[in-house]
T-cell receptor, first 115, second 116 residues
């Protein structure tokens, strides 16, 4: 089955700096890579995702990059703000056919943005 | 408002006392899942359901049961809870978005379970 490794486990930055979280996956059949943000006391919420036919995707201050050959993908947050402080999870999934899109999650990264 | 609800949000129980955590979604999603979240391990899938009366094991199903008698509900049952089932539990629902074939999972707020 799929295995997703996520690094670092904790990340501390100053407000305005950039933050990068990296994930690797093992199953070459995976073709969908979402990122979830979990705020304290809440369930994870999708913030951005990327499909395997795309190398990069941006949405305002966040971006994801995907290297399918190397089987790794990354989340980039620019101009970080204190409200970006949360736990971030990467995930990988195979979609299509009879697959229902089972997600395999990474271990999570605790991001702290200091004012 | 589209949402996934879980009850209870917090539960402290003793070893061996059967319990049920309820999950309900109002989005008419066909897919539902249960996850547990433990420090350093991320979210691990316990069971999932692809539709009414269709369920299957996830990655860590031991000690858990589920049922899907109605599309909106997907309860998680611990017949004989043990301390190693102390965890944060999340229910999620999803559907295939038209055109993209992708699934966005919508998570409930979580249930923190402590088994002593």
């Amino acid at each position: 089955g799929e295995n997703v490794e996520q690094h670092p486990s904790t990340l501390s930055v100053q407000e305005g700096d950039s933050a990068v979280i990296k994930c690797t996956y093992s199953d070459s059949a995976s073709n969908y890579f979402p990122w979830y943000k979990q705020e304290l006391g809440k369930g994870p919420q999708l913030i951005i995702d990327i499909r395997s036919n795309v190398g990069e995707k941006k949405d305002q201050r966040i971006a994801v990059t995907l290297n399918k050959t190397a089987k790794h993908f990354s989340l980039h947050i620019t101009e970080t703000q204190p409200e970006d402080s949360a736990v971030y999870f990467c995930a990988a999934s195979e979609t299509g056919g009879t697959s229902y899109g089972k997600l395999t999650f990474g271990q999570g990264t605790i991001l702290t943005v200091h004012p | 408002e589209a949402q996934v609800t879980q009850n209870p949000r917090y539960l402290i129980t003793v070893t061996g006392k059967k319990l049920t955590v309820t999950c309900s979604q109002n989005m008419n999603h066909e897919y539902m899942s249960w996850y547990r979240q433990d420090p350093g391990l991320g979210l691990r899938q316990i069971y999932y359901s692809m539709n009414v009366e269709v369920t299957d094991k996830g990655d860590v199903p031991e000690g858990y049961k589920v049922s899907r008698k109605e599309k909106r509900n997907f309860p998680l049952i611990l017949e004989s809870p043990s301390p190693n089932q102390t965890s944060l539990y999340f229910c999620a629902s999803s559907t295939r978005t038209s055109g993209s074939g992708m699934y966005e999972q919508y998570f409930g707020p979580g249930t923190r379970l402590t088994v002593t």
